[in-house]
Every structure is written in C-alpha cells, then in structure tokens.
C-alpha cells in the first residue's frame, strides 16, 4: 500500500509539474503584439469591446484637423474640405477625395455642359488608401477619359456596399452623374451585415456604429438610421446583448468578450482562444457562402443600386475588387469568392465586372500575385489601379 501510495504520489507530482513547466513555457512564449497578447500567432482572447483609442476618439471633440468624422445618416464619412495629418488624403466641399487644397477650393460641383460626371462610390479601394492621389484608379480614370468626362471619388475608408449606396442616393442630386460605379472587396460583404464597425474589425480606427439593411417582406428596409449618437455609442456596446441590435449585427461574438476564471491558465486561454476564432471563422464563411444572409443582402443593395441610378437616367455599373488574398484562387482556377454574389447578380440581370481576371492578367509571367497590392497584402497599388480605370473607362466609353 505504501509503494502503491508513493507511486500515486510521483505521478500526481509528475503531472503537476509538466502542467507548471507548460504554463510557464507558454506565458515566456506570448508576445504583445500592437498591445495585444499573441501565442503562436494567434490574438488571445478576450478581446476589449472598445479600446483605449476607441474611447479617446468618441470623447474628443471634433478637431478642424479631422479628415474622416462621424455622421448620423451614414455612420461616418469625410469632412468636407478635410484633410488626413500625413497630407496624403484631401477633399472638396462634398467630403470627396481630390487631389490637393488647391484643386479642393476649385473643384466643380456641377458638371460643365460638355462634361459627363462619372461618380464611383466604394470602400477604402475606391478611396485609395496607400496611395497618392495620383496613383488612384479614380486619378488614372479621369486621366483616360480627359476632358469630357469629370471623375468624382465618393470612396470612404472602412465602408460596407450599404454605406456606399446610401452615399451615392445622398450625392445624386449634387451631382447630376450620368454614370456611377459601385466598388466593393470581398470584406464588404460582412460588413452589410454588421451594426458595430469594432465588432467586424476589433483593430478599426473608426469607433462608431453604422447602418445595416435588412429584407423585411422582400423589401430592404435600413436599420440603426440615423445612428446611435456618439455619446451613447460606448453604453451601447458594453451593454450590447441588451440592445435591439444584437440580433441583427451577424459579426457580434460574446465569446470574444467573455472573461471565464479558466482564462487564468495561459493553456486554457489559448485553446478557448482557438475554438473561438475558429468558430467564429466558420461562421463568417457560411454568411458569404451560397443562401448567406451576407450575399443575400449584399445582392438586394447592389439591385437597389442599379434601379435607382437607372430610374434616375444613370448608367450604373458594380465592380468586383479582389483583395490580395483572393487573387491567387483566380490562378488557381479556384471559383472566385464572388461566386455565390456573382450568381444572385447574373439571376437578376445586374451589371457587373469581375476584376479578377483582368487583374490576374495584367502580371508578368512568374509574378507573383502580390505585385499588385500595397506591400504585397494591403490595398491595390498603382499598377493594380491602372487596370481597374481601364475597365471602368471602357465602361464608360462604350457606344450605346
């Protein structure tokens, strides 16, 4: 009984030590990693549902110096005549990105009789995020189409297509464009189901919430319009279960915000974090995948964006971007990550340009597909551009 009680005795602290020396060994393991613990490449949970910057943003005043601002109708949008810190983004009186201060105080709002407006609404693609005004796609279109044509940047930072619809419907009367293009990536599509921009991205540096379309009797109908005002936005988020939006912003995970006493083994943490991320993942997947609600929503804004501008003699035209994680399943011969959208918009007859294989073609043979984009994974580069307003220029050229 004594050897049977000893060896019982070794095991138990056999195991207690190995369950020390992994503990141990992960906490030496995790790094911080812009402020957030990371193991094995993995962002541990929880996560906070505002940071530090997001709580500075919503109580700071507005600054004369701001270049994106919140809005009630939008969520958030450019100031009008703003102008980034860096100086490498600048904007007219409509909040539309252009080329410096100077042209921003000339820019003509209505066009000239012998100018076609061409207005391209969008995300952070169509704004030009890392890139000079230059070598946008929307400076190389209007560098293609000359003088006949004036080419206005409607694009904002962080948009979903819904934003950029309701932009657009905003901007039509100023405008008068006779035609408009609607860009989208494939990050737009969560986006369209999301009411909280930090719970999509948790590392966004807009804070603010935004409005979401919702079929309701086949119909879209707009949720969260105006928005919640920025003084409520932090109770609002804290709280978020008890809110009327936690049914309906698909991007919402309490998983990702829950604090267990398990949490206190880095091992425990990890694998939580683990299950979570991957959960979440799969789940995300299936909202972008054929029947998901993403591409259901995303489909009937894109509809209401081809019949507006039509009912308002506008030739519209929707543009699919890959991101650069999506343009090598184009060389793979992958179906595209558009494919469940591209179907809906084929069944409803939509206008639509899937850039991918004009992008896929516009590399050198052994060129990698990450030649085309900021770093070889942020937003298209210059080069990526010039194909992009090449196509939208033959859009807009083409005989009718």
């Known amino acids: 009984m004594k050897i049977r009680r000893g060896l019982v005795l070794r095991i138990v602290f056999a195991v207690l030590f190995s369950v020390l020396l992994l503990e141990l060994g992960l906490r030496v ?95 952070s693609f169509t704004h030009g995020d890392e890139l000079p005004w230059v070598s946008t796609w929307s400076a190389q279109l209007q560098q293609l189409l000359g003088t006949e044509h004036r080419v206005h940047n409607a694009g904002v930072s962080g948009y979903g297509t819904d934003q950029a619809l309701l932009r657009a419907e905003m901007l039509l009367p100023k405008l008068h464009p006779k035609y408009a293009v609607l860009a989208l990536c494939r990050d737009d599509l969560l986006r369209n189901v999301n009411i909280v921009r930090a719970f999509y991205l948790h590392w966004t540096d807009f804070p603010w919430t935004k409005p979401r379309f919702a079929l309701r009797s086949n119909a879209l109908e707009v949720l969260n319009q105006p928005t919640v005002p920025v003084p409520e936005v932090a109770a609002t988020v804290r709280a978020f279960e008890q809110s009327s939006f936690a049914e309906i912003d698909l991007c919402f995970r309490p ?114 597909t990450a030649a085309l984009f900021v770093n070889g994974t942020g937003h298209p580069n210059e080069r990526a551009a010039a194909v992009i307003a090449k196509a939208v220029a033959a859009f807009v050229q083409a005989p009718r």
């Open 255 to 368: 998983g990702f915000y829950a604090d267990p006493w398990s949490d206190a083994s880095r091992f425990s943490r990890y694998m939580r974090s683990r299950r979570e991320h991957r959960e979440r993942h799969e789940e995300l997947q299936r909202l972008c995948g054929s029947g998901g609600e993403a591409v259901q929503i995303t489909a009937a804004i894109l509809e209401r964006f081809v019949s507006n501008m039509r009912a308002a003699g506008v030739q519209p035209l929707v543009l699919l971007l890959p991101q650069a994680d999506d343009l090598p399943r184009y060389a793979s011969g992958t179906p595209s990550v558009f494919e469940p959208l591209m179907h809906l918009l084929r069944n409803k007859n939509l206008p639509f340009e899937d850039l991918g294989p004009p992008l896929l073609a516009a590399l050198q043979q052994g060129e990698d």
């Open 29 to 123: 393991l995790t790094r911080n990693v812009e402020g957030h613990a990371t193991l094995f490449g993995l962002k541990l949970l929880p996560f906070e549902r505002l940071t530090a910057a997001h709580e500075a943003t919503l109580l700071r005043a507005p600054n004369v110096s701001d270049y994106i601002i919140a809005d009630a109708h939008l969520g958030w949008t450019i100031k009008a005549s703003g102008r980034s810190v860096d100086g490498l983004f600048c904007a007219d009186a409509l909040g539309l990105r252009c080329a410096d201060a100077a042209s921003a105080a000339t820019n003509v709002v209505q066009p000239s009789a012998t100018a076609a407006a061409v207005l391209l609404a969008g995300d």
